[in-house]
């Protein structure tokens, strides 16, 4: 939460969230269910939401004094997202191939029927609408949530991470078992296939400059998708690149590599990389 300066690290063999205090590095410990998979923050709310996959639970934690009540949700919570403009909290349920929606004021919960293995969420804020990676499907499931209602996009086969750009109102779906990127249109579900590389995993986006990064993890790359027209550029950087994140207002991305035991740190505006050693996978 970088309104509070408090990291959140969840730690799935302990049952529990390490929560770091950025200022001094000190810590303290919050009991949750047992093996938290994943973690949301709503920011508006200082509310910390923790999809715990062995449990079949979500504890919510209160930023303030890490208060942490537990509310039901289906087998196998694996990934879980928030819209802090509802307030509304989804949780992708693994193994029931559902959603639960939380309604962040009151705690309450509903079951929203989603495709077969439901692995990664992703928000627009802007149109109000959630989207489910569905594994084994090979879909993704459209939650609208002013009206309710639900949409069922094709993707390519095992659809493992999904991102959104709320300014261009675009979708980016990962499949793992081809070699390109499924991007939807929001506004009509419409789709076109990116060519990206093999076995396109984690990925993320930087809105600013409508620049999407796919770490393509079977061919040591990771792959830029230029928003505006879908064309490509690779950045080979070695290793096995696994995970993405975008520092947007630096322009900075950092991959996470399985295998080099360092993370690769990239320019944004030049592309020109360095590796960073830290520990082991």
């Known amino acids: 939460n970088p ?3 408090r990291i959140y690290v969840g730690n799935a063999s302990s049952s529990n969230v390490t929560v770091i205090d950025g200022s001094d590095y000190t810590t303290s410990t919050v009991t949750v269910g047992s093996g938290p998979n994943d973690i949301a923050v709503n920011l508006i709310t200082n509310k910390i939401y923790v999809a715990n996959f062995t449990t079949n639970d979500v504890t919510v934690i209160n930023g303030s004094d890490n208060s942490a009540p537990t509310l039901a949700a289906g087998a196998r919570p694996y990934a879980i997202g928030v819209d802090a403009v509802t307030n509304k909290v989804y949780c992708a349920n693994n193994l029931s191939n559902n959603v639960t929606v939380i309604d962040g004021t009151y705690n309450m919960t509903a079951n929203v029927t989603a495709g077969n293995t439901p692995r990664a969420v992703a928000i627009n804020p802007v149109t109000n609408k959630t989207y489910f990676a569905n594994y084994q499907s090979h879909n993704v499931t459209v939650i609208d949530d002013p009206t309710g209602t639900t949409a069922t996009v094709p993707t390519g086969a095992w659809p493992g991470d999904i991102v959104v750009n709320p300014i261009t109102n675009k979708i980016y779906v990962g499949s793992g078992a081809n070699s390109y990127v499924t991007v ?5 579900n419409s ?19 409508n620049k999407i990064y796919v770490a393509n993890s079977s061919d040591n790359k990771i792959a830029i998708i230029d928003g505006a027209n879908n064309s490509v550029t690779n950045v080979v950087i070695g290793g096995t690149p696994r995970y993405v994140a975008v520092d947007a207002s630096a322009n900075k991305i950092y991959v996470g590599d399985y295998d080099g035991n360092y993370v690769t740190a990239i320019d944004g505006k030049n592309n020109a990389f360095v590796h960073i050693n830290t520990g082991l996978i």
């Open 191 to 209: 789709t076109v296939h990116v060519v990206t590389g093999y076995f396109p995993g984690s990925m993320d986006v930087n809105p600013v400059t």
């Open 3 to 5: 309104l509070t300066n």
């Open 184 to 188: 939807i249109d929001g506004a009509d």
